[in-house]
């Protein structure tokens, strides 16, 4: 397809499609929010949205500004707090979570808390929120990022959100379900899963127009790269229709 898509485009509907059937589904604020309403529109519309503040189910007919927002409530089967739906991670019943960051290593350990050192930080940035406790207790976690070579480090300047820690073991060591982790780092360069065994990035797709070494020059560390390395499709125009038109026509996260 010739029409043209913002990077903020391809991350959502990339993300969209790792939605099917009646999973439930944790969602933070903007790129996972745009997604889950598209898949709910297209691919997935028994999807169950989980919001932080206790929405739960909402219809997604009109975007959320925030996890706290009415608009999270809006048609949802519940209206809990904030204890309840951590509870409900808890208890194994959310199958999915998005989560973004700031940096991210190569076992998917998420920093937002700070950039530099801790007590005299470059920046301060929003913290964990219900972030930890997403990247802990859901089944699998999907992360979105633009891919930047500051983004993408070797060691975090804090950790915020675990993923697998130093490696194969480590989630279990620190007292977490063994099933639980990363799934797949999306990115408007492409697409990553984990090796089971070593727990490491690996890249097995690439976004349209992406070559393997710019995905190389904008990742600080080394990375495996699937034998199978796909490529891809670009948003279609159904997608991007739907996503400008229904999802987002005010242009509040896409523009």
Known sequence: ?????????????????????????????????????????????????????????????????GVGESRTFQRAFAALGICDV???AQRGLIHDGFLGGAQIDPYGNLNTTVIGPYSRPKARLP????GNDVGSLCWRT??????????FVPKLDFLTTPGYL????????AGLPA??????????????????????????????????????????????VSRRLARNSAPTRLELETLREKVDPGRVFLA
Do not use: W
């Open 1 to 65: 397809m010739s029409e043209r898509y913002s990077a903020i485009e391809m991350l959502v509907c990339l993300s969209a499609r790792q939605m099917k059937g009646r999973s439930t589904v944790f969602i933070g604020t903007g790129m996972p929010m745009l997604a889950a309403a598209l898949a709910k529109r297209l691919y997935a519309p028994e999807l169950l949205p989980v919001f932080e503040f206790g929405g739960v189910g909402s219809t997604l007919d009109k975007l959320p500004l």
């Open 86 to 88: 951590m509870e409900t």
């Open 127 to 130: 913290g964990s929120g219900g």
């Open 142 to 151: 999907i992360i979105l990022m633009r891919h930047e070579k500051q983004r």
């Open 166 to 173: 130093d490696g194969p073991g480590a989630r279990e060591r």
């Open 179 to 224: 099933e639980t982790g990363p799934h797949r780092v999306i990115t408007d360069l492409g697409v990553f899963d984990f090796e089971p065994r070593g727990k490491r990035m690996r890249l097995i797709s690439l976004n349209p127009g992406v070559r393997l070494r710019d995905v190389e020059a904008s990742t600080g560390f080394p990375f495996p």
